[in-house]
Nanobody, 126 residues
Framework: QLQLVESGGGLVQPGGSLKVSCTASGFNLNDRVIGWFRQAPGKEREGISCINSNTGDTKYGESVKGRFTISVDNAKKTAYLQMNNLQPEDTGVYYC???????????????????WGQGTQVTVSS
């Protein structure tokens, strides 16, 4: 069974840090693009970051550039999103998704990503 499972979400104070993970089962992450997306309350889901699992090249949305870092460990079939200096506007459900390599050129378009996790809640509040 092909599955992506996110973990590591939670409640954090403004200015704090959190690291969320995305682990694949039933397939590996080689030759793939892994994306992180966020859906804030009442808003559409937006692309946060993506990484090419072969080259390690990364992309970031403007709202998180310089604060978030995406990485992938192909041996562990796990991708990570390190989030620093979190702010209340970072609150939302964070999803990971995996797509074929062509999705690199279309990100942040989310519709080309074929596999999705169930999401993990991140709440930034004092």
């Amino acid at each position: 069974q092909l599955q992506l499972v996110e973990s590591g979400g939670g409640l954090v104070q403004p200015g704090g840090s959190l690291k969320v993970s995305c682990t694949a089962s039933g397939f590996n992450l080689n030759d793939r693009v892994i994306g992180w997306f966020r859906q804030a309350p009442g808003k559409e889901r937006e692309g946060i970051s993506c990484i090419n699992s072969n080259t390690g090249d990364t992309k970031y949305g403007e709202s998180v550039k310089g604060r978030f870092t995406i990485s992938v460990d192909n041996a562990k079939k796990t991708a990570y999103l390190q989030m620093n200096n979190l702010q209340p506007e970072d609150t939302g459900v964070y999803y990971c998704a995996v797509g074929l390599l062509f999705t690199w050129s279309t990100w942040p378009n989310q519709y080309n990503f074929g596999s999705w996790g169930q999401g993990t809640q991140v709440t930034v509040s004092s």
